[in-house]
């Protein structure tokens, strides 16, 4: 369901009066002159928190985290749902449908039994040598050990017992100690304290707002900055209290920033921002685009991830380049689309960063085949939906739905209508489509040089190409200039975010978060416009840590 | 067919094979050195598709005059010869060859053009020209060309043919000829020089000696590029080239007696002529050659 | 009286291994006279019910017949399913009344959950999943979601956010089907002892979901219930391992479906792939292994490339001109992979009847006109009649009634209890007067 309709959430049970927060003073930087700090405490009404089931991507993270980097996770899983483009929203939202259930269960014996099956991986999670078929003081070192690893916390008494005389029973009627513990594991890998995240809060004191239990605090900031659960460093951290102090919390999330994992969490917001998961479904027809082929999605998609990658994480600069950069990553198939030379120098992957020459006709994301080609039609290029992908997705403007009844033809291309502006005059004509298609079109123009899967073409039917336009009122000529006017745009960082903002939190930003949305954003700014620190900023704000909503 | 346009008849027919009579500051004008000074632009291009030249209407064929004259049956130079006729209508087209093209299918059974097409796209047959020291891509009186074969798997697109934009590298230890060049008009034109012209298909690997030869290249606004190179080709080599396709044994006899039939170049002291002309058509697109 | 014979009580001592499927011959408490009576319940069929769906809407034009009753003449669209005519009631000129706010989107959420959309989700289970509240207890799976065009998009909703994401790969299909957990009647299992242990497993995550829902607000208790309701039903699931399998003559375990169906020129093969499906889907309705289906043929606002086709399903809808013959093309297409459908249900003999007939097939799409999103005159096709209980083999010309009313209709024929089916400017209490039998 792809409705663009801003979701908006009502305040929780409790009425809250509008309650100050402070944060932790903002780790010196050198701003650009003239660009203000933000101000320290705005005001913050958020809803309740919500039970998030993990998504693919967490769950064979925590697998290979867990309990083992070779254990293979091979079998059908339930598929993220999102929710108005979000997989994080939607993960909120969504529960299991019963073949789901039925998946998880199948992977969950499949791993037990990749794990505790095979001498060496086994020797990770049991340290103990059982004594009989049943030996409870081993099952229960077992148990505790890894269920606080899977359910990201300490298992209570009662639900400890309740796995090991599972897993003894079990034992009993396979007669291996062994194969006893696989049901234990299989059970906590299929319940909902592992596959869905709770997020509980600790009563409020006195007038102070509540906040998240140590725990689910900890998980917070891993599925955040890691799309990952909680490692036991972490866990560590909750259990002494530490991570409730703010020292504490800075320390841990400085040291998760300076872990190659905060990379999954960049890449998983990336895909979700961009809709970049929509890759896999493109279709193009072959007998249009002669160079598309079945690989090129996927190498689109890691073209796309390893640039923000290399800007957010690696250069750690301005991350507004992301739009501006020559630099890109590419393997062999991509630099023949591209029309560059192929790098020399490459990752085990096939990709190597190559910088497109000053001559080159591409900037930034808006040359890349991902947003190219997603945002077109199989058999030739959309203005309209690159215009509403730029203004949805990097300028955060709202589109409406089109009109039910309205006649959308768009005339073939002629002798007299031969390039998409001119077939789309329509559009710009008409006053029930004017009012926005002017907001659209004309902003995918400016990139009708690329075609449907992104090479670069002269013309258009054998027309010349007209580029030009303006961004609300900022004029370019061709997509160098569209590029840089985005850049300069106050709505990019801004939207960026909000954005961020929505895959921290896994919801739709009410009316009471602008402030805080607002307070970033000028800390990004502030900041140099460096996306790791705004991630930091974020995990240590303490709108993160408020679980406003009274759940007990 | 190959796709032999206009122009190119245009070119042919202005430009000479050696020096001409033009004023002295036209850059044209003046006889192209040994190399050309480069620079760091460079255009490359694979072939995708390689065009044996058949004579669709008997006596007319894309082609060049390798030895500036029209032969007619009573020419002794060229072992009385006749010469064709381009399909736009010029005389003295050397191309013997395309009466060898016929017999060579019907001995292979067909299969030549396929083979060759087919060598051609899994990587086997893989020739690269590239034009360096290239100023300006319509106009540059002097650059070098550069012939070589490349090396690796090519994507190979729905069209059946070698995807552009795509980086290959030279294949080490093969000849790689350079020749000054001239571009006009978009036209790339190059010799008389010797180029060795490397032949992989059916198995088979040959380099086919080309003497006396030309070299023309279109390149087109889209960036792909349509070309002839032509030459003279020593029968005695044709004919080991021919015993290493797969050839039935009384057909071989065939095809030998009509190699040494079709020689019209490089007389011998009897009179006798050891080569026969070529000419083959070819299309190509945008590649990166490392060296 | 249903007979059940545990093979625990025979077989017992039998420990270890995968279980194992010994073929018997059938017990004569199965079989009734005829040989071919179903043993569940007595000697009637039961009732299937299923949801045919593919997006981008038809040509009105070329869709609505013009006589009413029994003699009226197919129309082009409607051609590809002439062989099924006297199994078929097209039902033209209802309307979606909810609001039709989201293009392609208003129309089917207003049909099958009888509501608007709310928050870019549903606010109701969808007309599939009422039933499957009532009919899937019956059944190894509670009701089966499948699809043509990949995605993991479905209108099928258990409720709000609350999608059923359906299986596109015939191959996995088949897995989930007719792999381990099937059981062919007359075969007889060797007691497994796991089987036992998971059902514990299961039990235990019942127990947590239970506990962690009472923790929980409103809005995610209803999540967890969701969850536990799926696992009570794989529990149910389980324990038919242990029972035997019901006896209907007609079953069959299929053929293995291709592993993979790759594209053709670029293409996904829908043709093909639905046919695939459709055989698996009629031996899994004749095994009794589920009685509520929903097949996402084809999305809704879908770009599917269709042979021959210059250009995407939704993008032709749009662009092309005038009486768009290759609009036209591909909805015949779908029809006739529709008719291939409901063919293969027909094939499967059941008693005196068949499987179609002892079904209601819902066919719909998201709207009426591609080109403009009208959700008036919506193209609704039955096939089946439930074993008698809605009319069929006609054209029911039902000008501006509220489309609920099909559904209610439908809910009724399957023996729901449905006092209404809607809400708002959707809510009907009434039934289509013409369905009646």
């Known amino acids: 369901m792809h409705a663009t309709s801003k979701l908006r959430w009502s305040p929780a049970l409790a009425a809250l009066l509008a309650v100050a927060c402070s944060d932790p003073a903002p780790p010196t930087v050198t701003p650009d002159a003239g660009v203000t700090p933000p101000p320290a405490t705005v005001t913050f009404n958020a809803p309740a928190p919500v039970l998030r089931r993990l998504t693919q991507a967490q769950y064979v993270h925590a697998v290979h985290d867990l309990l083992g980097e070779d254990l293979l996770v091979s079998r059908p899983m339930e598929p993220d749902v999102p929710l108005n483009g979000s997989i994080s929203v939607g993960a909120a939202s969504t529960s299991l449908s019963p073949r789901g259930v039925e998946q998880y269960e199948a992977l969950a014996y499949d791993l037990a039994e990749q794990l505790l099956r095979n001498d060496a991986r086994r020797a990770r999670v049991l340290t103990c040598t059982p004594t009989a078929t049943v030996d409870a003081t081993c099952a229960e070192s077992f148990v505790r050990a890894t269920g606080r690893r899977l359910w990201r916390r300490p298992l209570t008494a009662a639900e400890t017992a309740a796995l090991v005389t599972l897993a003894g029973n079990a034992a009993t009627t396979l007669n291996d100690f062994h194969r006893g513990l696989e049901f234990a594991l299989s059970a906590m890998l299929q319940s909902p304290h592992f596959l869905f995240r709770t997020e509980l809060a600790e009563p409020a004191v006195g007038a102070e707002p509540a906040r998240f239990s140590l725990y689910s605090l900890a998980g917070r900031l891993a599925f955040f900055l890691w799309n990952s659960p909680p490692d036991d460093a972490l866990l560590a951290a909750a259990e002494d209290g530490s991570l409730g102090t703010d020292d504490g919390l800075r320390a841990q999330v400085a040291r998760m920033s300076a872990s190659p994992r905060l990379a999954r969490g960049l890449r998983a917001f990336v895909t979700e921002w961009l809709g970049l998961q929509r890759l896999d479904a493109v279709s193009k027809d072959p007998m249009v685009f002669t160079s598309f082929s079945s690989d090129v999605p996927a190498a689109a998609r890691e073209e796309t991830l390893s640039l923000a990658e290399h800007l957010a994480l690696s250069r750690d600069v301005d991350f507004r380049e992301f739009v501006t950069t020559r630099e890109t990553f590419v393997n062999r198939r991509l630099a023949s689309i591209y029309n560059v030379r192929a790098p020399s120098e490459l990752r085990p992957d096939g990709f190597g960063l190559v910088t497109l020459p000053e001559t080159s006709p591409r900037r930034g994301l808006l040359g890349h085949v991902s947003i190219l080609a997603l945002a077109a039609h199989p058999t030739s290029t959309s203005p309209t939906l690159r215009g509403k992908f730029i203004r949805e997705a990097l300028l955060c403007n709202e589109i409406p739905m089109p009109p039910v009844s309205v006649n959308t033809a768009l005339p073939e291309p002629s002798p007299s209508l031969r390039t998409m502006r001119e077939r789309l005059q329509r559009h710009q004509a008409d006053p029930t489509c004017n009012s926005c298609h002017a907001l659209l079109d004309p902003i995918g123009l400016a990139l009708e040089h690329f075609n449907g899967i992104g090479t670069w073409r002269p013309n258009d039917q054998g027309a010349p190409i007209d580029a030009s336009g303006s961004l609300d009122r900022v004029t370019y000529r061709d997509a160098l200039g569209l590029s840089q006017a985005i850049h300069d745009a106050p709505a990019f960082p801004r939207c960026i975010t909000t954005r961020l903002y929505r895959f921290a939190y896994g919801r739709h930003e009410g009316d009471g978060e602008e402030a805080e949305i607002g307070r970033l954003s000028q800390d990004f700014a502030y900041g140099g416009y460096r996306l790791r620190r705004l991630m930091s900023s974020i995990a240590t704000s303490a709108a993160f840590r408020r679980a406003d909503g009274g759940t007990p | ?291 | 009286m249903k007979t059940r014979i545990h093979r625990r009580t025979l077989l017992k001592g039998l420990l270890g291994g995968a279980a194992i499927s010994i073929a018997l011959p059938p017990l004569e408490a199965f079989i009734n006279a005829n040989g071919t009576a179903y043993a569940g319940g007595g000697t009637s069929f039961p009732k299937r019910f299923g949801v045919f769906f593919w997006g981008n809407g038809v040509l009105p034009a070329r869709w609505d017949p013009t006589a009413e009753g029994a003699d009226y003449a197919l129309t082009p669209q409607l051609m590809p399913l002439a062989a099924l005519k006297s199994d078929l009631t097209v039902i033209s000129g209802t309307r979606v009344l909810t609001t039709n706010s989201s293009p392609h989107l208003s129309g089917p959420a207003g049909l099958f959950t009888g509501d608007a959309l709310r928050g870019g989700t549903v606010t109701r289970p969808s007309i599939d999943q009422v039933i499957a509240q009532e009919l899937g207890g019956e059944t190894r799976f509670r009701s089966l979601e499948i699809g043509v065009q990949r995605s993991n998009e479905s209108y099928s909703f258990a409720g709000p956010n609350q999608v059923n994401p359906p299986e596109t790969s015939p191959r996995a299909l088949f897995n989930r089907l007719f792999g381990e957990g099937f059981r062919m009647p007359g075969e007889m299992t060797v007691a497994d002892p796991r089987v036992g242990l998971r059902r514990s497993v299961l039990d235990a995550v019942g127990g947590q979901a239970t506990d962690l829902r009472n923790r929980l607000g409103a809005a995610d208790r209803v999540r967890l219930e969701q969850h536990l309701e799926g696992v009570r039903g794989l529990e149910r699931q389980i324990a038919r391992l242990e029972e035997n399998p019901p006896n209907l003559a007609a079953c069959r375990r299929p053929e293995m479906p291709a592993e993979e169906f790759p594209d053709v020129d670029g293409r996904r093969p829908m043709s093909a792939i639905s046919r695939a499906m459709s055989d698996l889907m009629a031996m899994a309705l004749a095994c009794d292994q589920t009685r509520v289906f929903f097949n996402m043929y084809s999305q809704s606002v879908n770009n599917t490339l269709f042979p021959g086709a210059p250009a995407g399903h939704h993008q032709l809808t749009h662009d092309e001109p005038g009486e768009q013959p290759m609009v036209d093309a591909i909805v015949r297409l779908i029809m006739g992979d529709l008719a291939y459908f409901l063919t293969a249900l027909r094939n499967v003999q059941e008693g005196d009847g068949n499987l179609l007939q002892h079904s209601i097939v819902l066919a719909t799409t998201d709207c009426s006109y591609g080109k403009s999103h009208s959700i008036d005159d919506y193209p609704v096709l039955l096939a089946g009649t439930g074993g008698g209980s809605i009319a069929t083999g006609r054209h029911i010309a039902a000008r501006g009634e509220n489309s609920s009313k099909v559904m209610l209709s439908v809910l009724r024929a399957m023996g729901v209890r449905a006092p209404e089916f809607g809400v708002g400017a959707g809510r009907t209490t009434d039934g289509l007067a013409a369905l009646a039998p």
């Open chain 2, 1 to 291: 067919m190959g796709p032999i346009r206009r122009s190119l008849v245009a070119a042919l027919v202005a430009v000479s094979a050696g020096c001409s009579d033009a004023p002295a500051d036209d850059p044209f004008a003046a006889p192209l050195p040994a190399q050309c000074p480069a620079t760091a632009r460079e255009q490359s291009l694979v072939i995708t598709r390689l065009v044996l030249l058949r004579q669709t209407t008997p006596g007319v064929s894309p082609g060049f005059d390798l030895d500036g004259r029209v032969s007619g049956a009573d020419d002794t130079l060229s072992c009385r010869r006749r010469d064709l006729t381009s399909p736009e209508g010029a005389a003295g087209i050397d191309n013997q060859f395309s009466l060898l093209v016929p017999a060579l299918d019907t001995a292979t059974s067909g299969a030549l053009d396929a083979a060759i097409q087919a060598a051609i796209n899994n990587g086997q047959l893989m020739v690269a020209m590239s034009v360096e020291g290239l100023d300006d891509r319509l106009n540059d009186p002097c650059v070098n060309l550069v012939f070589r074969r490349v090396q690796g798997m090519p994507f190979v697109g729905s069209d059946a043919r070698i995807d552009p934009g795509q980086t290959f590298d030279t294949l080490r230890d093969e000849p790689i000829s350079r020749v000054a060049a001239r571009v006009r008009d978009g036209v790339i034109e190059a010799g008389p020089f010797d180029l060795g012209l490397p032949i992989a298909v059916l198995d088979a690997r040959f380099v086919i000696p080309l003497k006396n030869a030309r070299v023309r290249i279109r390149w087109r606004s889209d960036d792909t590029f349509e070309g002839l190179i032509g030459g003279a080709i020593p029968a005695d080599h044709m004919i080991r080239v021919s015993e290493g396709l797969t050839i039935r044994g009384d057909l071989m006899s065939l095809v030998r007696r009509l190699i040494l039939s079709i020689t019209d170049m490089d007389p011998d002291a009897e009179g006798n002529c050891r080569s026969f002309s070529a000419a083959v058509a070819f299309d190509g697109r945008s590649a990166f050659v490392n060296p």
